[in-house]
C-alpha cells in the first residue's frame, strides 16, 4: 500500500455548523499570547464559544462581517425574558465553554434576518454565520456585546507592540490607552 | 394578494452596488425562496464579488464570501451558507 492509498484511507472530521442561540449581554472574555509576533494568538470567549484567532485579516472580515448586521439587530430590540426564547437558554459564565473553533484565512460572514413562524418555536433573530459557527442573535444586548468582543479581538492582533506582561487583555487594552 | 418584491445584488471591491437580478412573488416565502436561487446563481456568476446582498421586501441579507488557501473566493462555501439559510427559513 503506498502514501496516496494510506491518507485516502483515512477518515476526516470537520465542523460544518454550530449553532448556538444568544440573548442578553453576552460575556466576554479576551486573552492574548505572543501579540506583535508571529506566534500571536488571541483566545476570544464569547459566551459559549470560545474562538482562536491569529490574524488580524481573519477577525477584521468578521468586524466587518458583524457590522453589516448592525442596522438589523436594532430593529431586534433589547433582549426579553428568557422564557420568550423558548429553547433552553441558560446562563452563561465565562469559563462554562462548549465550543471551539480556530479560525484562519478569510471566513465566510452571512447575516440573515430570520422572523419567527406562527407557531414556531425558533424566535425571530438575526442569523450570524461566521465560518463553521451560526450564532441566532435574539436582540440587540446579544449582538452589540459580541460585537465589542470581536472588536477587541482585532485591536489586538492589529498592534505592533511587543508581548504585554500579563494575559488580561482588559488591562493591556487599558494601559495602551493610558 | 400582496406583492412581495426581491432583488440581489453584487458588491464589487470599491463598493459599488450592482443589481443582478429581481423578481416578485406572491407570498414572502416564495420571494424568499426564489431570491436565495437566484443568489447562488450570483455567486457563480460573479465569483469575485466581495458580498451578495438578498433583499425581499426591506428585509436584507448580506453574504460576505471567504477566501480558501490560495485567496481564491471560495464559492463552496458561499454556496453552503445560503444552502444553511435556506434550510432556517423553511
Redesign the interface.
Known amino acids: 500500500m503506498d502514501m496516496d492509498e494510506r491518507s485516502s484511507n483515512k477518515g476526516f472530521s470537520a465542523a460544518v455548523e454550530i449553532t448556538v442561540r444568544v440573548s442578553g449581554e453576552v460575556p466576554v472574555r479576551v486573552d492574548a499570547s505572543n501579540v506583535g509576533t508571529p506566534e500571536q494568538q488571541v483566545g476570544l470567549t464569547l459566551g459559549s464559544v470560545l474562538v482562536y484567532l491569529r490574524d488580524r485579516l481573519t477577525v477584521t472580515a468578521v468586524v466587518e462581517g458583524w457590522r453589516s448586521g448592525n442596522y438589523s439587530a436594532q430593529l431586534l430590540g433589547p433582549a426579553r425574558p428568557v422564557a420568550y426564547h423558548h429553547a433552553g437558554l441558560a446562563q452563561v459564565m465565562g469559563s462554562q465553554v462548549s465550543t471551539l473553533v480556530r479560525l484562519g484565512g478569510i471566513p465566510n460572514v452571512l447575516v440573515a434576518p430570520i422572523t419567527r413562524r406562527p407557531g414556531g418555536v425558533v424566535p425571530s433573530h438575526l442569523r450570524m454565520q461566521v465560518g463553521p459557527v451560526v450564532w441566532q442573535v435574539c436582540d440587540w444586548n446579544a449582538y452589540h456585546s459580541i460585537a465589542l468582543g470581536w472588536e477587541r479581538a482585532a485591536r489586538l492582533l492589529s498592534a505592533d507592540l511587543p508581548e504585554p506582561d500579563t494575559d488580561d487583555a482588559e488591562d493591556w487594552i487599558a494601559a495602551r490607552r493610558s | 394578494m400582496a406583492d412581495y418584491g426581491w432583488t440581489v445584488a453584487v458588491v464589487d471591491e470599491l463598493g459599488v452596488v450592482r443589481p443582478v437580478t429581481e423578481g416578485v412573488k406572491a407570498t414572502a416565502d416564495q420571494a424568499w425562496s426564489e431570491a436565495l436561487s437566484a443568489a447562488e446563481s450570483a455567486v457563480i456568476e460573479h465569483p469575485a464579488a466581495e ?1 451578495y446582498r ?1 433583499t425581499v421586501e426591506g ?11 490560495t485567496g481564491e473566493p ?1 464559492a463552496a ?2 454556496l ?3 444552502a ?2 435556506r434550510e ?2 423553511a
Open positions: 458580498e438578498i428585509e436584507t441579507a448580506t453574504l460576505r464570501p471567504g477566501r480558501t488557501e471560495d462555501a458561499a453552503e451558507s445560503l444553511g439559510l432556517a427559513r
